[in-house]
């Protein structure tokens, strides 16, 4: 369907033309066909999310025991325990319904673009809503987002391995096709899931969602479900590991308890409820939702985290290897030199305002101005030059009411505004000297051919009516060159030239200039440029034999932020690389600039890498700051190597051929301005400004996250461990129950709520981007958080039995008791959730109220428990009973030696961290 038709054919099918679809239209068949998205597994609704916190077997039995309970006629206790259990069901409701919601935050913020015709206006839009009949345009690097039909081709090749298997990208045509033609062999139609692998075009889409040939094949699959995050996984088998310790301490300590006399239902009751507090069910869905908050935080600073499970890598990055164009500098390209015809020109203005004059450098004399635009016109080699950078060109230059803005690449958009200043305005050249084909730019060929139509001749150098216009990489056109347009003629290109123009590309690339390349080359009129297109012609058979006309220096200057990014780095133990396809001299000089290539550091090109065997580079590889003029494959080698030392490397990356490394590195950070969509596909992160610095912000963000986490984990472990301590050691020593099943789960449900939350939100310590990464293989839960559970769960134990045998002594009742040590776990728990706001810095240090949301969760904490001691009805269902001044004196006081002693801690070791920083 549609590939056998001619495009008009399809146009009136399709009820479209080339002008696209109009914005009523769109959203007509919006409503009529669905959005262009694979169906997903049903999503699980409210009740049934609230329903599923009860499928829990302990918590079942929890219910089950409660309910036989009331029958033998306890039933306030049952009430209570149904309550509690019916509040922390609402509790584990809301933690995961956010933690859902992250989720799918953050598949709206990854969801791609594309790029439409609309009532013949381009425009970008979230793929999710394109519709058949748009007109959408393709270049490489482009994620298919639809089935289409091609309209318009240039060398469009794509890769359409996802669907057919087939590695070889295939080449694309326009015409109608027999009808018979098998579905592989459909060239003039595109498929959803493929990605364009050269060239550009434009195609009119036909099917959507999961009517494209990608969604039935989905649909024979069976509909997406979402994969548990490995982070969520080991959090699991971590809570299977407590819960399977914590069933036979209880089972252990209940049967205890019946031995010494205790009713077999209250130890049943009271053995299941504190299992119920012991295992840490909730854990992964709060953890889900503090890496939530955090990549909301990220989002902010720049930093788009694609996959949840990436923050915990990047907390571990200790090499950044970086683009240098638009990541390390602004990506504002203005031409800044020019050489034609054996003189340096300088070109003035800044930025993309299309003003300036060109004048000639005399070293002896000083600057002579040549003349305004109009008199440049005169300077053939000016003109050649310009003409050329214009035309093999795809960026434009229009002005708005704020300024002058471009489309498309900078390093383009440089020349358009280069030549805009001589009065070439591009877009009159295009209608002017049309287009007839191209050879589109790659990393591998670095290089653009286009050739275009000159029936109205621009002058006596160009007398033939057809031309090829290259720009490139300055030792890629010159070794294609085999003469010069010098003095006002096409000359020979000797030995000499070649010497002199290498010369001048190493003195403007010593001044951190980026250099470009111009030659041409006039052709028969009998000459099919549209057989280069074809490949019936191999584009080395026309980019040869070329006319050398002149190179252009460009500067880009570095961003302001990213020096002080770069300094952050170093402190933080992390090695930040350059890698660049720019000359040699022009990345050293910036690297220099930026303190990223230091004194004894090495700086490797791409020829010189090649050259190297896997272990001479291996032994080189932590050396070597700047990288220039190297291919994409090169950045996997640098990644592999870097791997095999036992690094973790974040990669930047924007193309499609980035694509392997940014996969291969342990972080792919792909650009969100300036990448494709399958770099970005390929990535774990994304960049929404395409800025260093904001790489440098999200590690400072992911180390937070992950102690963030770390923190509130081992809060978690503190609480869980004091209760099982107490109760054990109680009923082993004295043989009486401190906590009542009721309460255990109270202070479960109240420790475990808010404060968790809370500490999800703290912001990173002072010296968090001073330390060093931590250690990739060190998981969630090592030896110190379980040193630090059971150090302070220890403590709040003997604080327990501290006020235990005080209250045996003093004759209390055993309410009395427990209401004190009921208390006493609820207030030393808010004194411990302060304790890991950091795990470094006193609380004081940081500002005790410095953190508004723990402050509010520790108030409404109190409150609650306030409540549950002095209100009437609820001390009969807590079996609680008031306290005294006196008792809540000691209770505070013992509480509070959980924030003091940790206090104590974390003093000796910042003295002990301070003497090892002085002894190097």
Not at 84 to 112: D, H, W
Not at 299 to 318: F, I, Q
Not at 390 to 396: Q, R
Not at 457 to 485: N, Q, Y
């Amino acid at each position: 369907m549609y590939y056998d038709q001619e495009i008009n054919s399809v146009f009136g099918e399709l009820g479209t033309s080339e002008k696209g679809l109009s914005p009523g239209d769109a959203e007509k068949r919006l409503g009529e066909y669905g959005k262009n998205e694979l169906k997903e597994k049903e999503k699980v609704s409210f009740f049934g999310l609230f329903i599923s916190q009860f499928k829990s077997i302990l918590i079942l039995i929890l219910i089950i025991a409660s309910v036989v309970s009331a029958l033998l006629g306890e039933a306030i206790d049952a009430v209570v325990i149904l309550f509690t259990v019916f509040l922390a069901g609402i509790l584990g409701f809301v933690q995961e319904y956010r933690a859902e919601k992250a989720i799918e935050l953050l598949k709206s913020l990854t969801s791609p673009e594309a790029t439409v015709i609309r009532n013949g206006t381009e425009k970008r839009i979230p793929s999710t809503y394109l519709v058949p009949g748009d007109i959408i345009l393709l270049q490489t690097g482009d994620r298919i987002p639809a089935d289409a039909r091609i309209i318009e081709e240039f060398n469009l090749k794509v890769d359409e391995s996802s669907l057919t298997g087939e590695s070889m990208p295939v080449q694309k045509v326009t015409g109608a096709l027999p009808a018979d033609t098998s579905e592989a062999d459909r060239k003039n139609m595109v498929y959803a899931g493929t990605a364009v692998a050269y060239g550009r075009g434009k195609a009119v889409i036909t099917a959507t969602g999961m009517n494209t040939s990608f969604g039935e094949l989905a649909g024979l699959l069976g509909t997406i479900e979402r994969s548990r995050t490995p982070l969520q996984e080991s959090l699991d088998k971590f809570g299977r590991w407590i819960g399977a310790a914590t069933i036979v301490i209880v089972a252990f300590v209940a049967v205890l308890g019946v031995f010494f006399g205790f009713p077999p239902l209250d130890m049943f009751l009271w053995g299941v409820a504190l299992s119920v507090a012991a295992i840490p069910e909730a854990l992964p869905a709060v953890v889900t939702v503090g890496l939530g908050l955090g990549v909301r935080r990220m989002v902010k600073r720049h930093a788009l985290v694609r996959r949840l499970p990436s923050v915990e890598t990047l907390g571990a990055t200790n090499v950044i290897c970086s683009d240098k164009t638009g990541t390390l500098t602004q990506n504002k390209m203005t031409v800044e030199r020019m050489y034609v015809s054996g003189k340096i020109i300088k070109v003035t203005g800044v930025g993309y305002h299309p003003e300036g004059k060109f004048l000639k450098e005399d070293l002896e004399k000083g600057d002579s101005e040549i003349g305004d635009s109009e008199v440049s016109w005169n300077d053939s080699h000016i003109r050649v030059l310009l003409l050329g950078a214009a035309l093999c060109n795809d960026s434009n230059l229009y002005n708005e009411e704020d300024g002058w803005k471009i489309r498309g690449d900078p390093t383009e958009a440089a020349l358009v505004v280069a030549a805009a200043k001589a009065g070439f305005e591009k877009s009159e050249l295009d209608r002017k000297y049309p287009r007839l084909a191209e050879i589109p730019f790659s990393s591998e060929s670095k290089r653009m051919t286009t050739f275009n139509r000159l029936e109205d001749g621009p002058g006596s150098f160009l007398d033939s009516k057809l031309v090829a216009f290259s720009k490139g990489a300055p030792e890629v056109i010159l070794s294609s060159c085999t003469k010069i347009f010098l003095d006002g003629e096409i000359q020979a290109l000797t030995p000499e030239h070649k010497q002199k123009i290498s010369e001048q590309v190493k003195e403007l690339a010593d001044q951190a200039l980026r250099v470009m390349a111009f030659s041409f080359r006039p052709f028969e009129e009998s000459f099919s440029p549209e057989k280069v297109s074809s490949g019936e012609i191999p584009a080395e058979k026309v980019e040869e034999d070329l006319v050398f006309s002149g190179l252009a220096g460009m500067r880009d200057p570095p961003r302001e932020e990213v020096k002080a990014a770069i300094k952050t780095c170093e402190d933080a133990g992390i090695k930040a690389v350059m890698i660049t396809g720019d000359h040699k001299s022009t990345a050293a000089a910036i690297a220099r600039e930026l303190g990223i290539l230091k004194e004894n550091d090495l700086t490797l090109t791409g020829s010189e890498l090649e050259s190297l065997d896997e272990y001479e580079f291996e032994d080189r590889v932590e050396r070597v700051s700047v990288y220039a003029r190297v291919y994409p494959a090169h950045k996997l080698k640098v990644v592999e190597a870097l791997k095999k030392k036992g690094y973790i490397v974040a990669m930047t990356g924007d193309g499609v051929n980035d694509a392997p490394a940014l996969k291969a590195a342990d972080m792919g950070i792909a650009m969100g301005i300036t990448g494709t969509d399958v770099s970005k596909e390929a990535s774990s992160m994304i960049l929404t400004d395409d800025n260093f610095a904001s790489i440098v912000s999200a590690v400072e963000e992911g180390r937070n996250i992950f102690k963030n986490i770390k923190n509130f984990i081992t809060y978690g472990l503190v609480c869980h461990i004091g209760e099982v301590l107490i109760v054990l050691i109680a009923i082993l020593g004295w043989q009486i129950l401190p906590l009542l099943a009721v309460q255990i789960l109270w202070i479960n449900l109240i420790t475990d709520g808010l404060p968790p939350m809370a500490l999800s939100v703290e912001p990173p310590d002072r010296g968090l981007m001073r330390q060093k990464p931590r250690n990739v293989e060190e998981g969630l839960i090592t030896r110190r958080e379980i040193v630090a559970g059971l150090g302070l769960g220890g403590l709040v134990a003997l604080q327990a039995l501290i006020v235990l045998v005080w209250a045996l002594d003093s004759g209390f009742s055993i309410s009395k008791l427990q209401t004190m040590v009921f208390t006493l776990v609820v207030f030393s728990e808010m004194f411990n959730a302060f304790n890991w706001r950091s795990d470094r810095y006193s609380v004081f240090s940081l500002g005790l109220f410095t953190n508004k949301a723990l402050v509010y969760a520790v108030l409404t904490t109190v409150v609650l428990q306030l409540m549950v001691i002095y209100v009437p009805f609820l001390q009969i269902a807590f079996r609680t009973v008031p306290l005294t001044f006196s008792e809540w004196v000691i209770i505070l006081a013992l509480a509070s030696t959980t924030l003091i002693s940790m206090e104590i801690v974390k003093y000796l070791r910042g003295r002990r961290d301070a003497g090892q920083r002085e002894s190097i």
